[in-house]
């Protein structure tokens, strides 16, 4: 006679590390992990804190000859350099994660895509402080860049320009295979805001839907802004306004790159 089993209760149900809420301790953990994989590589962090000082300090005997064109163009170029060596490094090392497996182990855990977006993000934004101001020092304090307003607002906006490079390279890193395909993506996405952000020509010169594209790309505003620094005794409505739009755009990328994260590399 068949003894009748007991009816076995369901499994609970475990809520998916993707809907978890924020969580700081969470975000702290994840940010103090890419720390200390990036103290262990000190050829990323000579490319993070030396290559912006290094091309500040070759663009200004560039043209030792004529100092003001260095004042001209060196405030525009301490906000561009740190936002690619940024979008370079982390997109190269979060893909990295990705395809060694570490991301998909990462999720499996208590761990939400936005706690793993944010957490790079400190690391990285942590990096970005020291960086921008290494290269903000260096250009103003030894290579004589004469800036009108305050140095520190040129710290402010280079380093919104590094968070920015941050959040793209962890938005770029969801499409690329491969590190050789993050690296393609430079192209794409950084070469022509370099090209509109009115560092070779004034916006308002370029033709009208060149002028058009280049009001919607936000290295145009970290430019203007550091203009603004350059020429203005005083923080303008214009500055903040420009400060404002970088910070939101690199707030907007990041929730993105939260969105768009993949586990690992199909």
């Not at 809420?21 to 000190?42: C, E, G, I, K, Y």
């Amino acid at each position: 006679m068949t003894t009748p089993t007991a009816p076995t209760a369901p499994a609970p149900t475990r809520t998916p590390a993707h809907t978890r809420a924020l969580s700081l301790s969470r975000t702290t953990a994840t940010a103090t992990r890419v720390l200390r994989q990036l103290s262990h590589d000190p050829r990323t962090i000579a490319l993070l804190m030396l290559i912006p000082c290094v091309m500040l300090l070759l663009l200004r005997y560039v043209f030792d000859g004529s100092p003001h064109t260095f004042d001209n163009i060196g405030a525009s170029l301490l906000g561009i350099f740190p936002l690619i060596t940024m979008f370079l490094v982390t997109s190269i090392a979060t893909l990295r994660e990705r395809t060694s497996g570490t991301l998909e182990r990462l999720l499996a855990m208590p761990l939400g895509k936005g706690d793993l977006i944010a957490g790079y993000a400190l690391a990285f934004g942590a990096l970005a402080i020291v960086q921008s101001a290494l290269a903000t020092g260096l250009a103003v304090w030894f290579l004589g860049l004469d800036v009108t307003g305050s140095p520190w607002l040129l710290l402010l906006v280079a380093l919104l320009d590094a968070l920015l490079g941050t959040a793209l390279g962890l938005f770029v890193s969801a499409f690329a295979a491969s590190e050789f395909q993050a690296v393609q993506f430079m192209p794409a996405v950084i070469f022509p805001q370099l090209l509109l952000c009115g560092l070779f020509t004034p916006r308002d010169n370029m033709h009208p839907a060149l002028e058009a594209v280049s009001d919607v790309l936000p290295m145009s505003y970290a430019v203007d802004g550091m203009n603004e620094v350059l020429r203005h005794t005083d923080m303008t409505a214009t500055f903040v306004r420009d400060v404002l739009i970088v910070a939101g755009c690199a707030l907007l990328v990041l929730a993105l790159g939260a969105a768009t994260l993949k586990r690992r590399t199909a």
